[in-house]
């Protein structure tokens, strides 16, 4: 279990995140709310990444930063912008990858193969990644996560720049990890998350709007709309909305 008590970020007078609390079991959850949300604050404290000011941050009951290399082990990360090694192949890369996070080393060549299968890059490893199109860049990165079978997933933005195809194959992966795992979806694609998560968390300005599971906010901000329509509704602006919808 992931909890997250009373915790408060602050950049200058700018409140980032205020007194925020939540917890997360195995399963699937969506991160949603417009730039300035909060979304990246709350991802970059959770992967230790960014110092709170203020609260803390349990792994099982036990403070995160006192687990070190432990936490490592069971945290699997996707930012939304990240530097690839353009002259490494997507094994070298991968293999990188393995040994930022501990993997004892007989089994990393398993866990690259396992890894790559699973985002359909399992024929494309000898190549360097100069020569990866921006969606395979994409599940380069989605297999970089995974590796290692880690217990807490996070991950920005999963599927922008796949093709249907592939955006598919990743929302079934997501959804087959959250069975043995926390998976947390910060994205503004809402039909990625709307029929598969568990729970979603809305922040707005640094404050916690809701956590709740697709059916019971809709029922609340948009009865016989969608998750959109939730959304459009609790945000009022719409112009901050960049949501994208499938057609």
Excluded at 26 to 32: A, I, T
Aim: aromatic share 6%.
């Amino acid at each position: 279990m992931l909890e997250i008590r009373n915790l408060s970020k602050s950049y200058g007078k700018k409140v980032a995140l205020n007194n925020i609390n939540l917890k997360f079991d195995n399963g699937l959850y969506g991160l949603l709310g417009p730039n300035g949300a909060g979304k990246s604050t709350l991802m970059n404290i959770i992967t230790d990444n960014l110092k709170a000011d203020n609260g803390e941050i349990l792994w099982n009951g036990m403070d995160y930063q006192k687990l070190g290399v432990k936490y490592r082990e069971i945290l699997g990360y996707m930012p939304q912008q990240q530097g690839l090694y353009n002259g490494f192949t997507g094994k070298r890369f991968l293999n990188y990858i393995a040994v930022l996070k501990d993997i004892p080393k007989k089994e990393i060549l398993l866990q690259i193969e396992e890894s790559a299968k699973k985002v359909n890059l399992q024929n494309e490893l000898d190549k360097k990644i100069n020569m990866y199109s921006g969606g395979m860049k994409q599940r380069l990165l989605i297999a970089s996560c995974i590796l290692g079978n880690p217990k807490l997933i996070i991950f920005d933005e999963p599927t922008a720049g796949l093709d249907p195809k592939e955006r598919v194959r990743v929302k079934k992966l997501m959804q087959e990890l959250s069975s043995k795992s926390i998976v947390i979806i910060a994205t503004h694609i809402v039909p990625d998350i709307e029929n598969i998560a568990k729970e979603i968390v809305i922040l707005k300005e640094g404050v916690l709007i809701e956590k709740n599971t697709p059916e019971k906010l809709i029922e609340k901000y948009a009865p016989n709309g969608d998750l959109e329509d939730v959304y459009m509704n609790i945000f009022e602006n719409k112009e901050e909305n960049s949501f994208e919808k499938n057609n």
